[in-house]
């Protein structure tokens, strides 16, 4: 009896700390990022069907990545200055061992919320415009959308300014569109569609660069 009731206790615990990191994750201007990704894959889907080009899993793929990174945006950037703001900062940093194991859940819960979102919008895409296997796309978005969801987190705790760290991953942003020629056909971009092979690339040496 006084197990089931530990188990009851522990399950409940759990899942109002699991709210209350919601909140504070998607607090404010989240709602806005959620609805600019959405419009923005609502703008581009239209967009292609208007001009009648043809639509594939790579296509897919590049539509779906630009409204995977304004999901990611927002709380990794954001997140420290918004503990700041409310004084949560220096309560985390007054428990030993804890202030690491509250953003490490923070991170988690946001990544897999994101991977929710890219669900239902591959789904979406999927029922719209062309078939894809929708989990096989989300998981391939996720490649790039962790990559820089944990970049902008890691200079969010170093710059702990929201606006600073935005702006300094808008600069890596337009760094890496300017390099993109470059890296195109190398491991080493971060924007590489697996689904869409380059033009007079060899299949083979394309598999092992995926």
Same mark, same amino acid.
């Given at each position: 009896m006084?197990? @089931?009731?530990?188990?009851?206790?522990?399950?409940?615990?759990?899942?109002?700390?699991?709210?209350? #990191?919601?909140?504070?994750i998607?607090?404010?201007?989240?709602?806005?990022?959620?609805l600019?990704?959405?419009g923005?894959?609502?703008?581009l889907?239209?967009?292609? +069907?208007?001009?009648?080009?043809?639509?594939t899993?790579?296509t897919?793929?590049?539509?779906?990545l630009?409204p995977?990174?304004?999901?990611?945006?927002? =709380? &990794?950037?954001?997140?420290?200055?918004n503990?700041?703001?409310?004084?949560m900062?220096?309560?985390?940093?007054g428990?030993p061992n804890?202030? *690491?194991k509250?953003?490490?859940?923070?991170?988690?819960?946001?990544?897999?919320l +994101?991977?929710v979102i890219?669900? +239902?919008y591959?789904?979406?895409?999927s029922i719209?415009?062309?078939?894809?296997?929708?989990? &096989?796309?989300? *998981?391939?978005?996720? *490649? =790039?959308? &962790?990559?820089l969801?944990?970049?902008s987190?890691m200079?969010?705790?170093l710059i702990?300014?929201? @606006?600073? &760290?935005?702006?300094?991953?808008v600069?890596?942003?337009?760094?890496?569109?300017?390099?993109?020629?470059?890296?195109?056909?190398?491991?080493?971009?971060?924007?590489? @569609?697996?689904?869409?092979?380059?033009? #007079?690339? #060899?299949?083979?040496?394309?598999?092992?660069?995926?």
């Amino acid at each position: 009896m006084s197990k @089931n009731l530990d188990i009851k206790n522990r399950l409940f615990i759990l899942i109002k700390m699991l709210r209350y #990191n919601l909140k504070i994750i998607f607090a404010n201007k989240f709602f806005w990022f959620l609805l600019a990704s959405f419009g923005f894959f609502i703008f581009l889907s239209i967009q292609f +069907v208007i001009d009648g080009d043809t639509i594939t899993v790579g296509t897919v793929y590049g539509m779906l990545l630009f409204p995977g990174i304004l999901l990611i945006f927002y =709380p &990794t950037v954001f997140g420290i200055q918004n503990d700041d703001d409310s004084r949560m900062l220096e309560i985390l940093f007054g428990i030993p061992n804890y202030r *690491y194991k509250v953003w490490l859940v923070r991170i988690l819960m946001i990544f897999i919320l +994101v991977f929710v979102i890219l669900l +239902v919008y591959g789904w979406l895409a999927s029922i719209l415009m062309v078939k894809i296997n929708v989990l &096989t796309m989300a *998981y391939q978005l996720m *490649y =790039p959308i &962790t990559f820089l969801g944990a970049l902008s987190f890691m200079f969010s705790t170093l710059i702990k300014n929201g @606006n600073g &760290t935005a702006v300094v991953m808008v600069l890596i942003g337009v760094a890496l569109l300017i390099l993109i020629d470059a890296l195109e056909r190398t491991q080493w971009n971060i924007f590489l @569609n697996p689904f869409e092979i380059p033009r #007079n690339f #060899n299949q083979v040496i394309w598999e092992g660069v995926i």
